[in-house]
């Protein structure tokens, strides 16, 4: 199982990128993606998810209506569309599998079986 994430750099504060993760000797039929991100000296925060039950994409609080994730199985990728980007979105972000992703009394759970590498983005002006 390999993940590799991409897309990563330096954007201004109110930019866009795009991160994309390609999947390869496994196909997003089995498993399901999703994005953490790490800022320097903090905790390993999730992201978004997609559930490959209900086929809802969750997203956490701090990224919610400026993020869009999205699929293309034909191309086993995912991406990450970050919009109106903030200097508190820089990170290191990683893309992930893990058998669902889906949403309890409380919480999302996403818990990844496999890690791609980091791709860093950083937001200044």
């Known amino acids: 199982v390999q993940l590799q994430a991409s897309g990563g750099g330096l954007v201004r504060p109110g930019g866009s990128l795009r991160l994309s993760c390609a999947a390869s000797?496994?196909?997003?039929?089995?498993?399901?993606i999703g994005w953490f991100r790490q800022a320097p000296g903090k905790e390993r925060e999730w992201v978004s998810c997609?559930?490959?039950?209900?086929?809802?994409?969750y997203y956490a609080d701090s990224v919610k209506g400026r993020f869009t994730f999205s699929r293309v199985n034909a191309k086993n990728t995912v991406y990450l569309q970050m919009n109106n980007v903030k200097p508190e979105d820089t990170a290191v972000y990683y893309c992930?599998?893990?058998?669902?992703?889906?949403?309890?009394?409380?919480?999302?759970?996403?818990?990844?079986?496999?890690w791609g590498q980091g791709t860093q983005v950083t937001v200044s002006s």
């Open positions: 992930a599998a893990a058998p669902s992703c889906f949403r309890s009394d409380t919480d999302v759970i996403f818990e990844p079986a496999y």
């Open positions: 000797r496994f196909t997003l039929d089995y498993y399901t």
């Open positions: 997609l559930s490959n039950t209900d086929g809802v994409t």
